[in-house]
Antibody
Framework: QLQLQESGPGLVRSSDTLSLTCTVSGGSISRTSFYWVWIRQPPGKGLEWIANIYYSGVNNFSPSLKSRVAVSADTSNNQFSLQLTSVTAADTAVYFC??????????????WGQGTMVTVFS | QSVLTQPPSASGTPGQHVTISCSGSSSNIGSHDVNWYRQVPGTAPKLLISSNNQRPSGVPDRFSGSKSGTSASLAISGLQSEDEADYYCATWDDSLNGPFVLFGGGTKVTVL
């Protein structure tokens, strides 16, 4: 059974870059049948999709965040990562990583990490 | 950017039937499958319904999903106290800004 765990700093200074890593266990991130996902949830608000990461390298990003987002995959450590540049208080949120099966579509996220809270301070 | 519209709240007494709607457009729900997630506050969301009406293993058959045109619905029959949670619809959108994933705003279900 796949398990995902987010890690990264809980505090990020305004205008800096937020960097998070999701460590995957129980399966390889190189499996082409999977895609890997970043989602966030500001305090008291709903879910906001950030990016889908595919083994093919053809990734998809939220139009509102695309200019500030970079993602990558580290197959040697079975991890994938998120970088969000020029952060502001509006980027304060719980950040989740998740996984989906391509055959079930690109918005069906079967397994989620527990989430990690990131607070942007000035 | 397109939007998926859900009612902010829904409620019922134990045993009642509750339905949550999710309204979109031709570029999202009208063209792609809808998924539903359940989130107990303070925890990670869980997939409740995939591909419009498919229940993952372990999801009670009290939960059912449907889709028609540019709208989808999640139905909870025989409401139970543990069904109190936030429910989100999600789908793919391939409009001019896309493709991307859209979440609905979420519906908070209260068991009275």
């Amino acid at each position: 059974q796949l398990q995902l765990q987010e890690s990264g700093p809980g505090l990020v200074r305004s205008s800096d870059t937020l960097s998070l890593t999701c460590t995957v266990s129980g399966g390889s991130i190189s499996r082409t049948s999977f895609y890997w996902v970043w989602i966030r949830q500001p305090p008291g608000k709903g879910l906001e999709w950030i990016a889908n990461i595919y083994y093919s390298g053809v990734n998809n990003f939220s139009p509102s965040l695309k200019s500030r987002v970079a993602v990558s995959a580290d197959t040697s450590n079975n991890q994938f990562s998120l970088q969000l540049t020029s952060v502001t208080a509006a980027d304060t949120a719980v950040y989740f990583c998740a996984v989906g099966w391509i055959q079930k579509g690109h918005a069906s996220f079967d397994i989620w990490g527990q989430g990690t809270m990131v607070t942007v301070f000035s | 950017q397109s939007v998926l519209t859900q009612p902010p709240s829904a409620s019922g007494t134990p045993g009642q039937h509750v339905t949550i709607s999710c309204s979109g457009s031709s570029s999202n729900i009208g063209s792609h499958d809808v998924n539903w997630y359940r989130q107990v506050p303070g925890t990670a969301p869980k997939l409740l319904i995939s591909s419009n009406n498919q229940r993952p293993s372990g999801v009670p058959d009290r939960f059912s999903g449907s889709k028609s045109g540019t709208s989808a619905s999640l139905a909870i029959s025989g409401l139970q106290s543990e069904d109190e949670a936030d429910y989100y619809c999600a789908t793919w959108d391939d409009s001019l800004n896309g493709p991307f994933v859209l979440f609905g705003g979420g519906t908070k279900v209260t068991v009275l």
